[in-house]
């Protein structure tokens, strides 16, 4: 990832790739940093900050929190409110992140009760985009991340679930980061209208929905299973 993104790697052996991520998980982001980093060609002389590849709690933790669990129900920020809302305008204006994953799930409700989940997914993988944040309480230092979400991009993807993660583009990264110049409306004009071309959509069993599974058969294709599943994951 150090290499795809053209960042610092800051994670060496602390983490093992997973194929079931759920919100508390810690996960690598892409963000920029302050005193670490590469710098990119399209940074302006002196900017602050090069990119990083680091590890963080899904769930977004304010400074002003009193302690972590907040994060417990942070895990997603609305496309439609990130800018304005009490938790995340600060992030949005400051702290983007990238987000790498191989792909993304989600669940549909059954008409007979229950759910069944799908894996969104594509060769090369996706970049979700993201906010940061660094929570201090005493000798306590954390860095935690949410995924921004919009409404589904096509009526395929919504016939699963009406909502989905806010994946960007390679040309958006900078933007995103804050390398380059763009104003609230392009940083938030939503995924490529290609987007849905390039992913596979892929029933798959409901053993993801229990977090302490893991493995490459949570990806597999499926044909029905009968017992739904619990948390959303990535």
Not at 163 to 172: C, D, S, T
């Amino acid at each position: 990832m150090a290499a795809l993104f053209a960042a610092e790697d800051l994670i060496a052996e602390e983490w093992r790739p997973r194929f079931n991520i759920a919100p508390t998980v810690r996960a690598p982001v892409v963000r920029r940093s302050r005193s670490r980093g590469r710098a990119q060609p399209s940074e302006e002389p002196g900017a602050e900050g090069g990119r990083v590849v680091d590890l963080a709690r899904w769930g977004l933790v304010p400074p002003w929190a009193s302690d972590v669990s907040i994060g417990n129900r942070m895990f997603n920020a609305r496309i439609e409110t990130v800018s304005t809302s009490k938790a995340y305008r600060r992030p949005f204006a400051a702290r983007r992140a990238l987000v790498p994953a191989d792909g993304w799930y989600e669940w549909r409700k059954l008409p007979g009760g229950g759910k069944q989940p799908y894996f969104f997914t594509r060769p090369g993988g996706v970049v979700f985009a993201g906010l940061w944040e660094r929570w201090d309480r005493g000798e306590t230092s954390m860095l935690s991340f949410t995924v921004l979400t919009c409404p589904a991009v096509n009526e395929e993807f919504e016939a699963v679930h009406d909502r989905m993660p806010y994946v960007l583009p390679p040309e958006r990264f900078a933007a995103w980061l804050g390398e380059e110049d763009a104003d609230e409306g392009e940083l938030l004009a939503g995924p490529d209208a290609a987007l849905p071309e390039s992913i596979e959509i892929r029933k798959v069993g409901r053993a993801v929905g229990r977090t302490s599974n893991d493995g490459p058969e949570l990806v597999r294709a499926v044909e029905s299973e009968d017992r739904p599943p619990t948390l959303p994951g990535m």
